[in-house]
């Protein structure tokens, strides 16, 4: 069973930044792909940036191509998602997961954090 807890939610205006983070316990993080997908109010959740475990390829959807970076460090056992020039699109619920079992889904997810993006 693995546990994830997201943090570093919050509200900031346009062109901010906000460095997200996911830790995980409990099991082999490091042999998990990992992902961040966000839910905006009254919108399905969509997929943002995936960062597969053991071959070097991270995808990132084209909204936040450029802007956001995926970053993981298998010893703390922590994701993490910097995201830059926000803008008020990117205001959403922010959810971490690991071990990618079918497209888009994954076993584990974290509760979410809030991301309000408003001048």
């Known amino acids: 069973q693995v546990r994830l807890v997201e943090s570093g939610g919050g509200s900031v205006q346009p062109g901010d930044s906000l460095r997200l983070s996911c830790e995980a316990s409990?099991?082999?993080?490091?042999?998990?792909?990992v992902a961040w997908f966000r839910q905006a109010p009254g919108k399905e959740r969509e997929f943002v940036v995936d960062?597969?475990?053991?071959?070097?390829?991270?995808r990132y959807s084209d909204s936040v191509k450029g802007r956001f970076t995926i970053s993981r460090d298998n010893a703390k056992k922590t994701v993490n998602l910097q995201m830059n020039s926000l803008k008020p699109e990117d205001t959403a619920v922010y959810y971490c997961?690991?071990?990618?079992?079918?497209?888009?889904?994954?076993?584990?997810w974290g509760q979410g954090t809030q991301v309000t993006v408003s001048s």
């Open positions: 997961a690991a071990d990618r079992i079918g497209v888009d889904k994954y076993r584990y």
């Open positions: 960062d597969h475990w053991s071959e070097t390829i991270t």
């Open positions: 409990g099991a082999t993080f490091s042999r998990y792909t």
